[in-house]
């Protein structure tokens, strides 16, 4: 079993910030790779980042030099943090936003590589 658990979504104006964070808890060989969804009404859920099991970051083309990924290992391996630094934001990152794991995963980006998933955090950028 995995639990994750989202946190840190809000309302801001365009231009704002926000910082996301996924606990990622149980089973720990199942959050070798975590990553970040997103999914607007209407639209399909996009791959936002991805740290896989190697430890190699990917961005979509989107959001890349304004948003940051990166994980911490909790003490004794227990848990890990992932966070997404939301930087520069815009009306179209608003969304939902998940967090995803698995053991390992061959493309990052792509929602069916992973089997676990949080409910999501909700991010909303206003004009």
């Known amino acids: 079993q995995v639990q994750l658990v989202e946190s840190g979504g809000g309302s801001v104006s365009v231009g704002g910030s926000l910082t996301l964070s996924c606990t990622a808890s149980g089973d720990r060989d199942k959050w070798f790779a975590l990553a970040w969804f997103r999914q607007a009404p209407g639209k399909e859920r996009e791959g936002v980042a991805a740290?896989?099991?190697?430890?190699?970051?990917?961005?979509?083309?989107s959001v890349k030099g304004r948003f940051i990924i990166s994980k911490e290992l909790g003490e004794g391996f227990a848990t890990a943090t992932l966070r997404l630094q939301l930087d520069n934001l815009k009306p179209e990152d608003s969304a939902m936003y998940s967090c995803?794991?698995?053991?390992?995963?061959?493309?990052?980006?792509?929602?069916?590589?992973?089997?676990?998933w949080g409910r999501g955090t909700q991010v909303t950028v206003s004009t």
């Open positions: 740290i896989d099991h190697l430890g190699d970051i990917t961005y979509a083309d």
């Open positions: 995803a794991s698995d053991k390992w995963v061959q493309y990052p980006l792509r929602e069916e590589q992973y089997s676990y």
